[in-house]
């Protein structure tokens, strides 16, 4: 990549960031119901009922971080992280980051610190998971990314992003453990509890 090239790829991104930061601003003004939540996929505003069934398997997949790591572990839960591409301001269900992650200057997680998303799919927005924040996460280079579809009653496991895509894919069947240790993670991911919907 020449100068001039990385000089434009920042100023797209600094002009992106400050995009979603103000559609992340009118959104907060906005009366959004409660139990719903709001992020933005490729510039389009999605908004999504949460369901028992989809918090209870965020909670089984945070629950399965802490045991593991303790409770100072990096993992959050619908917390707006900017990902490449058109104005993607993601609320990831689950994301680890580095021990080492700080947020930037604005006070946003980068996404080059992430090394672990989870999402739980609804109706509404399963094309999101399994195509455009799929993607984005793995241009990024999201080492784990994780999809799990209580519809289908499996997991969907995305690992070795390359050239924009996931080299690696496995389906695991809620009640199969997935075994990430031999990844950054690093743990072996329960899916016992998940409930189907």
């Known amino acids: 990549m020449t100068v001039l090239e990385d000089r434009i790829e920042m100023a797209d991104a600094d002009a992106n960031t400050k995009r979603l930061d103000e559609w992340f601003e009118r959104l907060e003004r906005m009366p959004v119901p409660e139990g719903f939540r709001v992020e933005i996929v490729g510039g389009n505003v999605y908004m999504t009922r949460q369901r028992d069934t989809h918090w209870e398997i965020i909670f089984e997949i945070l629950l399965s971080f802490v045991e593991r790591f303790g409770r100072k572990v990096r993992v959050f839960s619908d917390v707006r992280i ?16 580095k021990d080492s992650a700080k947020p930037d200057d604005a006070g946003h997680w980068r996404h080059q610190d ?13 094309a999101n998971d399994y195509g455009p924040k799929k993607t ?34 496995t389906r695991v069947d809620f009640g199969t453990d997935i075994d990430l240790t031999g990844t950054v993670v690093d743990l072996t991911l329960r899916t016992d509890e998940f409930p189907l919907d």
Do not use: W
């Not at 992430?114 to 399963?126: L, M």
């Not at 969907?156 to 390359?162: D, G, I, R």
């Open 82 to 97: 900017d990902f490449p591409g058109h104005e993607n301001g993601f609320c990831p269900d689950v994301a680890m980051l």
């Open 114 to 126: 992430v090394e672990f998303v989870a999402e739980v799919i609804s109706q509404g927005t399963a």
């Open 136 to 169: 984005a996460c793995a241009v990024a280079e999201v080492p784990v990314y994780v999809i799990a579809d209580p519809y289908q009653g499996r997991c969907h496991v995305y690992t070795e992003p390359k050239d924009g895509d996931y080299a690696v894919q």
